[in-house]
């Protein structure tokens, strides 16, 4: 089964809603472990590279709480997916994100997101997925494609696998992928007040639509 690395990047939140469902319920939870050795791409005929940035790209993700959710997403990140001759097997993937760009509302939220109950800003500025190695297996429909990569966020570094849907064209690579994570593997562990409790669910949510560089 061919797959193709994307990234990835996560939060959670404390909001004041009035929803009560967990948005993370039902949606297939990724792959947690230990950091994957990368793989050094050998020499190819032709490169292709896609340049990810906010223009073609959207990183979101919506947390929970016991009376409600709030949705966020980060407005300042750079990255880029590079493919060895159109084989979607030697897919890398780099990707940098800018937590300070967190946005979600309200801004209190922003702000306490951005502190050291959850992610820690002015200690930990970046988060980083890679990769270069894939997965084998299949993934569960209707995704396409199993991606494997490592995820550094808060200063934690584990290996994250998620599924994708993902179409390659001469002139695009389109992908969209939609999964939840447990934010304490990465050490979000604040617990929300006594008697409205933040879920450890965080729904993922990716889509790219890139051209291929010249």
């Known amino acids: 089964m061919n797959r193709l690395p994307i990234f990835l990047a996560i939060a959670v939140l404390s909001a004041f809603a009035t929803g009560c469902a967990n948005p993370a319920k039902d949606a297939p939870k990724a792959i947690v472990g230990q950091p994957s050795a990368q793989v050094v791409q050998a020499p190819a005929s032709k490169v292709i590279t ?11 993700f919506v947390g929970s709480k016991v009376t409600g959710n709030h949705e966020g997403s980060f407005s300042r990140f750079k990255g880029t997916l590079k493919i060895t001759d159109g084989k979607r097997d ?41 990769s270069g190695s894939m997965l084998t297996g299949a993934p569960p429909a209707p995704a396409t494609d199993l991606v494997q990569g490592d995820l550094t966020l808060k200063g934690v570094n584990k290996g994250l696998s ?28 604040y ?21 291929v560089n010249p």
Not at 50 to 60: A, F, K
Not at 165 to 171: E, F, R, V
Not at 197 to 206: A, M, Q, T, W, Y
Request: hydrophobic share 45%.
């Open 90 to 130: 030697t897919a890398s993937t780099f990707i940098e994100i800018d937590m300070d760009s967190l946005v979600i509302e309200p801004e209190k939220l922003a702000e306490h997101l951005k502190s050291a109950d959850f992610f820690d800003v002015a200690t930990f500025p970046k988060a980083v997925y890679k």
């Open 162 to 189: 998620f599924p994708a849907t993902i179409m390659i064209t001469a002139s695009r690579v389109m992908a969209s992928a939609k999964f939840s994570i447990n934010r304490k593997d990465f050490g979000l562990v």
């Open 50 to 60: 896609v340049n990810l940035d906010p223009t073609n790209t959207s990183i979101g």
């Open 191 to 211: 617990p929300g007040m006594p008697d409205d409790l933040i879920r450890d669910e965080v729904l993922i949510k990716l889509k790219v639509d890139a051209p």
